[in-house]
T-cell receptor, first 109, second 117 residues
Framework: SQQGEEDPQALSIQEGENATMNCSYK?????LQWYRQNSGRGLVHLIL?????REKHSGRLRVTLDTSKKSSSLLITASRAADTASYFC?????????FGTGTQLKVEL | GAVVSQHPSRVICKSGTSVKIECRSL??????MFWYRQFPKKSLMLMAT?????????EQGVEKDKFLINHASLTLSTLTVTSAHPEDSSFYIC?????????????FGPGTRLTVL
């Protein structure tokens, strides 16, 4: 599997529900970054968590990082239709980010 | 927040021609810029990393003579796809960050859709 692999590949929920996406990576990192991408557009930076941090919050977003399991999760609370997008994690090692294939989130009214 | 622009947003060209894509950091100085390629419903594949004033570092399997990268200033990097072929059709995205070391967010441009006929 690739560095920075997201799970599930697709997720469909109702507006107001929480959405949880997971990311696994293979090698050592110094940070992990989550991004959102709307169809045909660039990536929007959501949140960065450093390797010495375990949890971070930003608005409706909550990110956890477990370096012993080489995994991270992104929780979006009280989802909205506007949250419909693809979400990618970028595993940061050295100067680079390595991305997985993303989770496609669909939030239905 | 940090804004990165790309131009053009879409380009259609004939096979054999060259196409230049610009990436600009609008409100910060980008000492490092990255070029990615993304296929439909796929991950972003890092093509190369460029630091201002020095040659780009290409990832394994990326032809440096085909994908020319220039990072001439702290706010501009260009990617030129030379002698484009239909298999070069893709979504190209650049990103920029400040500094060459340490932990910094990468800020992405809106992408350029290249279609080679």
């Amino acid at each position: 599997s690739q560095q920075g692999e997201e799970d599930p590949q697709a997720l469909s929920i109702q507006e107001g529900e929480n959405a949880t996406m997971n990311c696994s990576y293979k090698t050592s990192i110094n940070n992990l970054q989550w991004y959102r991408q709307n169809s045909g557009r660039g990536l929007v930076h959501l949140i960065l968590i450093r390797s010495n941090e375990r949890e971070k919050h930003s608005g409706r977003l909550r990110v956890t990082l477990d370096t012993s399991k080489k995994s991270s999760s992104l929780l979006i609370t009280a989802s909205r239709a506007a949250d419909t997008a693809s979400y990618f994690c970028g595993a940061g090692g050295g100067n680079k980010l390595t991305f997985g294939t993303g989770t496609q989130l669909k939030v239905e009214l | 927040g940090a804004v990165v622009s790309q131009h053009p947003s879409r380009v259609i060209c004939k096979s054999g021609t060259s196409v230049k894509i610009e990436c600009r950091s609008l409100d910060f100085q980008a000492t490092t810029m990255f070029w990615y390629r993304q296929f439909p419903k796929k991950s972003l594949m890092l093509m190369a990393t460029s630091n201002e004033g020095s040659k780009a570092t290409y990832e394994q399997g990326v032809e440096k003579d085909k994908f020319l990268i220039n990072h001439a200033s702290l706010t501009l990097s260009t990617l030129t796809v030379t002698s484009a072929h239909p298999e070069d059709s893709s979504f190209y995205i650049c990103s920029a960050r400040t500094g060459t070391r340490g932990i910094n967010e990468q800020f992405f441009g809106p992408g350029t859709r290249l279609t080679v006929l």
